[in-house]
């Protein structure tokens, strides 16, 4: 995806009133690393496991002896869970590929393509944010409430803007944006 099409995208969210600060598209490896990382996790994890499991259970038989089920039926539930954490990491690392980034007066716009979903931040969810890399290009990741875990998500930061430009930059317009209009109104 590229800056126009990103623009496109978001633009098409905003809500009557709110006004576009800073848009951008992530660089999707960057972005897709953490899904990656847990496709991979996974995928070794899972063939090991079963494979394992399935070899020790054939070696504990006799030659003429019944299958042993309970082994199975492990390996088959470990394989559908697995398989569900494969297909939601496998996902959600297509989406960046096809994801665009919005700064707005009122919220952070993160779509996943033209039709996909959309997750919008407001300053309220905004409880932390670490920004990582240099200036020319890093990652910007938030943390709304305390510890969270996903079903597929690695760590305490579930979302955030992955792999864009000048994060500084970015991470000076979320403050003066989002967060310092927060303070002011709660004063």
Not at 72 to 79: G, P, S, T, Y
Not at 109 to 115: L, M, Q, R, T, V
Request: with cysteine; proline share 4%; net charge positive.
């Amino acid at each position: 995806m590229n800056e126009t099409e990103a623009l496109s995208i978001i633009t098409r969210r905003l809500q009557p009133g709110e006004t576009l600060v800073w848009y951008g598209v992530p660089r999707p490896f960057q972005a897709a690393g953490k899904h990656l990382l847990m496709l991979a996790f996974v995928t070794v994890w899972i063939g090991i496991f079963v494979s394992g499991l399935m070899s020790s259970s054939a070696a504990a038989r006799a030659p003429d002896s019944k299958p042993f089920y309970p082994a199975i039926v492990v390996a088959m539930l470990i394989f559908v869970f697995g398989s569900a954490l494969w297909f939601r990491a496998a996902k959600r690392a297509a989406d960046c590929w096809r994801r665009a980034y919005g700064l707005t007066n009122r919220r952070i716009i993160i779509a996943a393509g033209k039709e996909g979903p959309v997750n919008s931040y407001s300053a309220a969810a905004l409880a932390d944010m670490t920004r990582t890399g240099d200036e020319c290009e890093g990652s910007i990741e938030f943390n709304y409430g305390g510890r969270r875990w996903s079903f597929g998500g690695m760590g305490d930061y579930s979302n955030g803007l992955y792999g864009i430009g000048n994060p500084a930059r970015v991470e000076a317009l979320i403050y003066e944006t989002l967060l310092q209009s927060k303070k002011g109104a709660a004063q």
